[in-house]
């Protein structure tokens, strides 16, 4: 049984599209606003999900399931790219005891 | 209840939940923030009908990758008063950089839509189901699905060469 789109049921396209932006919006500020790495590393987490949501909900709407391959395959690149960051942290954290990233300012060995 | 209400109020609890967790102090909390947050996406797939989607979402996302957060989180021991303090002044021109970042997105997607209203028409509207996104992963997708898999072991023998307790402690 397949039930029909939301697009079909009167919510617009437009409605993700801002909603997803804002997400994205708010991953960014993040970024910019903490200091904290491991709190940097989840807000480009959440700038990763706002770009899938609107990647679905395209997908959905022009019918092609494309888009949602994609998104699969943005989830396998965040996994990796977490586990690898989050053991720089650790390694980092390791050396200088903080993870603030104001303090990460010293490349000498 | 209509649909439209019923989407609005699922955004704004999205929304809500992502603001958390930027605005919370401490890190522990900001992970279970943004737990609820991947939840709340979730749902929204499901609305979409991307039920595959919403059931990997949560288990990669919420299952995953959140516990390795909180498990480092609790490994370096970090709390609300470790946390790095922020001048007002970048707070505020961070959020004035990202309200123009928002204006400039909204304003370049707002215009392509137009450009496909023919075929959303024709839609199926089952593209989200399992049987559907398997046949296209191991016919159209498989090669880049093989690459992947080349890309997760690259990150385990990284991780597990970063993680590893060095010999000789650098001062």
Known sequence: ?109 | MSLETITTILGGLTIGAALMVVISRHPVRSVLYLVLTFFLISSNYILMNAQFLAVVNIIVYAGAIMVLFLFVLMLLNLDKDSEPKTHILVKIASVVAGGILFTVLIAALKDGIALGEAAAASAQNNEGLVQNLGQLLFSKYVLPFEVSSVLFIASMVGAVLLAKREKQVID
């Open chain 1, 1 to 109: 049984m397949v039930l029909g789109s939301i697009f079909n049921a009167g919510v617009s396209i437009e409605y993700y599209i801002v909603l997803s932006t804002i997400l994205f919006v708010i991953g960014a500020i993040g970024v910019m606003v903490r200091r904290n790495a491991i709190i940097l590393l989840m807000c480009i987490e959440l700038m990763l999900n706002a770009v899938n949501l609107l990647m679905v909900a395209f997908s959905t709407y022009f019918g092609k399931a494309d888009g949602q391959i994609f998104v699969f395959f943005i989830m396998v690149v965040a996994a990796a790219e977490a586990t690898v960051g989050l053991s720089i942290l650790v390694m980092a954290y390791r050396n200088i005891r903080t993870t603030d990233v104001g303090l990460f300012n010293k490349l000498k060995g």
